[in-house]
């Protein structure tokens, strides 16, 4: 199984995030952008890649160690931006305003659970979803205009569990299966 952790969303954060990724996409070239689709959309903490069904266990138990006293609270939807640089994007994404802390502690203590349980975890966390991957040249001015898109139409939303998710690259894009779920202690 290829997995990875993440978390959701819920449906308003979800649709200010496609309202985000529909400004951006009436704003570049028709295929400059391969686009999540919206049912997708998600905080990965980790990838883990290709795993077991040993290795989905220990990441589970990972998980539970890592974030165990873990409390849920709210983030907020922020800018808009591009990895790795502007001059050479592969990924156009919106970033998480308030909440950025607790999501990086989030991360730093799953790497922590997910180590202790065998697994071996990069941890180069930085609090965003991906909305698109980008295939050609974007306008000079787009993170701009989208960024000032995006700050005009703020939303926030709980973040009240962990999701160890299958991926599935399918013809159609990637298809996602909850595996395991660590629910947050209640906000």
Not at 70 to 96: E, H, N, T
Not at 126 to 139: D, F, N, Q, Y
Not at 155 to 171: D, G, Y
Request: without cysteine; aromatic residues 8%.
């Amino acid at each position: 199984m290829r997995l990875f952790v993440a978390s959701s969303f819920e449906p308003a954060f979800a649709a200010n995030l496609k309202a985000a990724a529909d400004y951006a996409r009436a704003n570049v070239d028709k295929n400059a952008v391969k686009w999540v689709a919206p049912e997708n959309f998600h905080i990965t903490y980790a990838f883990l890649g290709d795993l077991d069904a040993s290795g989905a266990a220990a990441a589970a138990r990972g998980m539970e160690a890592g974030l165990s006293g873990v409390k849920a609270f709210r983030v907020s939807s922020g800018g808009i931006g591009v990895f790795p640089s502007s001059g050479r994007p592969s990924v156009l994404w919106v970033g998480i305003g308030e909440g950025a802390a607790g999501l990086r502690e989030i991360a730093d203590k799953l790497a922590a659970g997910l180590a202790a349980a065998g697994l071996v975890v990069e941890n180069r966390f930085e609090p965003h979803v991906t909305i698109g991957r980008v295939k050609g040249p974007l306008p000079e001015d787009l993170i701009k205009r989208a960024g000032d898109f995006t700050r005009r139409k703020k939303e926030a939303s709980a973040l009240a569990s962990v999701e160890l998710m299958e991926s599935r690259l399918t013809p159609a894009g990637p298809a996602y299966r909850r595996v395991y779920s660590k629910r947050l202690l209640s906000l």
